[in-house]
């Protein structure tokens, strides 16, 4: 059995958690180095690949996790509801960064404010939510994991298509 296809949904989503952690270290080092000016190609793209992978992890969340998760939940909504509009908050600063377009001191700033933001929510994800999935009696995690896997999938290989 192959090990990756084990990953259940809390897993999976860690695992991209852990991802885009790497990512924003990555950003905020190469704003921080006296040679900031010369990295600005590489910060863009930094920038511009933490947005498309958290909007996809947003919307896989949200497509899936998330209902799932609130049916299982029934009557106990309240850390979804709060998850939820961390989504949107999330979302109106990947906007900006998207308008901003190429890095500089306003857009390091954006990155910096979105990676707090997401550290945040990760946080009760990690500590809050995925531990109520796990208690959850009727939620088969492993079956979600994959349905997770299959429309990230289908999200990153519409991303790369061309226009
Ligand atoms: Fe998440
Ligand atoms: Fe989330």
Same mark, same amino acid.
């Given at each position: ?24 270290? %990555? ?13 600005? &190609? ?6 511009? #690949? ?24 029934? !009557?106990? &909504? ?12 999330? #979302? ?8 901003? !377009? #190429? ?9 910096? =404010?979105?990676?707090?933001?997401? =550290?945040?929510?990760?946080?009760? =994800? ?5 531990? #109520? ?11 979600? %994991? ?7 999938? =289908? ?9």
């Amino acid at each position: 059995m192959p090990e990756f296809a084990d990953k259940d949904a809390c897993q999976l989503l860690d695992a991209d958690h852990i991802a885009v952690k790497h990512l924003f270290v %990555g950003y905020a080092r190469l704003a921080m180095a006296s040679s900031a000016e010369a990295t600005q &190609n590489e910060r863009t793209e930094l920038a511009m #690949k933490i947005c498309d992978e958290l909007s996809i992890h947003a919307q896989i969340e949200e497509e899936i996790f998330y209902p799932a998760l609130r049916e299982a939940l029934r !009557g106990d &909504n309240d850390l979804l509801d709060e998850a939820t509009a961390e989504h949107q908050e999330a #979302k109106q600063l990947i906007a900006d960064i998207r308008t901003i !377009g #190429k890095a500089n001191a306003a857009l390091d700033t954006l990155v910096a =404010e979105l990676n707090v933001a997401i =550290e945040h929510h990760v946080k009760e =994800e990690r500590d809050e939510l995925f531990p #109520k999935a796990k208690a959850a009696p009727e939620l088969d995690l492993v079956l979600l %994991g994959e349905q997770l896997r299959d429309r990230q999938k =289908e999200l990153q290989a519409e991303l790369l298509a061309p226009a």
